[in-house]
Structure formats: structure tokens, C-alpha cells
């Protein structure tokens, strides 16, 4: 039998050791087969599906015996590896403000920076709460932005916020 694999996330991608006897490697997602791989990484950063995930691997053995001798070694699949935890939250909407030529916005918890559009086009992206304009009119909205983390075992994935509402000035 191949030996269960070992998976740790490396970033957004689960790593998966490499295992004597094994073909390719499937991967679950709260027990049901998400994805098949030969590759000993898999990233998981367009993952979407908010909530809590468990996650685990079982290694595919190959289909043909090898010999060493007169030896004759035949695998089978592994069992499933340890479990790892995958995390999918969308962050809140920010609320959007204007006054004195000057656009602000909420805090967002885990937002790590914010994309502000001034007439549907990407005027800034960053960790600032507001945004000066210098045109006499146009319209603006913010999204808020997340980074993934990796801690002890899991990986937090943050979904953009919805847009905020689109406030004119001028």
C-alpha cells in the first residue's frame, strides 16, 4: 500500500509529499473528490465556496508492479491523509461617504486594502480610507480587498466585498 501523504499549505497551495507508488494524488473537499493532480501542489486561491472546509489527500497507486530481484511489489491506494482546514469568508461592504471633494469609506475587519473606481475606472488600490478628487463630477465606489493567511494548519481565504453604493458628486 502507498503511504498516506503528508499535506501542509505553502500560501494559497496545499502541498502534498510525494509518496513511493503513487500515480497521482485526489484531493477532497469535505469528503468529495474536488480534484485529481500529479503535481505535489494544488492552489487553492480561486476556491469560492464561503464556509469551513476540511480538506485531504489520497494517494492513487500505479496500475503496474515493479521488480527488484525476484521480488515483486504490487501497490494499492493509500489511506487519506491528515486533514487540513480551508476557510472562505467574504468580507462586508464598505459604506461610502463624500464631502469636500473627498471620497471615505469604512473599515473593513480583514480587508487588507481597499479599490476605489472614480467613473467605473481603478483609481487607486490601497490600505487608505479615502480618496481626493479633483474633477468637478463623476460618480465612485469602493471594494474591499483581502489577503490569504496560512496559520497552523489553515488557510483563510477573503472574497472581495460587494461593491459599495455608487455615490456622484459635482
Known amino acids: 500500500q502507498v503511504v498516506a501523504p503528508t499535506i ?7 502541498t502534498i509529499s510525494s509518496e513511493t507508488g503513487a500515480n497521482f ?31 485531504k489527500v489520497k494517494a492513487i497507486a500505479v496500475t503496474t508492479a ?11 491506494d493509500s489511506d487519506y491523509s491528515s486533514t487540513v482546514s480551508l476557510v472562505v ?3 462586508d461592504t464598505p459604506t461610502l461617504s463624500f464631502g469636500s471633494s473627498v471620497f471615505t469609506w469604512t473599515s473593513i475587519t480583514n480587508a487588507t486594502y ?15 480610507l479615502s480618496y481626493t478628487v479633483s474633477s468637478t463630477n463623476g460618480t465612485g465606489y ?15 481565504i477573503y472574497l472581495s466585498s460587494l461593491p459599495s453604493q455608487t455615490l456622484g458628486y459635482g
Open 142 to 156: 469602493v471594494i474591499a480587498q483581502g489577503t490569504p493567511t496560512s496559520t497552523s494548519g489553515t488557510l483563510t
Open 25 to 55: 494524488y485526489e484531493i477532497y473537499v469535505d469528503d468529495v473528490l474536488y480534484a485529481s493532480t500529479s503535481n505535489l501542489t494544488y492552489d487553492f486561491n480561486g476556491y469560492a465556496e464561503i464556509g469551513s472546509h476540511t480538506i
Open 66 to 76: 515493479s521488480q527488484s530481484g525476484t521480488t515483486y511489489t504490487i501497490y494499492t
Open 89 to 91: 469568508s467574504q468580507l
Open 114 to 128: 481597499y479599490d476605489f473606481y472614480l467613473n467605473n475606472v481603478l483609481v487607486q488600490s490601497s490600505a487608505d
Open 8 to 14: 501542509a499549505w505553502s500560501g494559497t497551495s496545499l
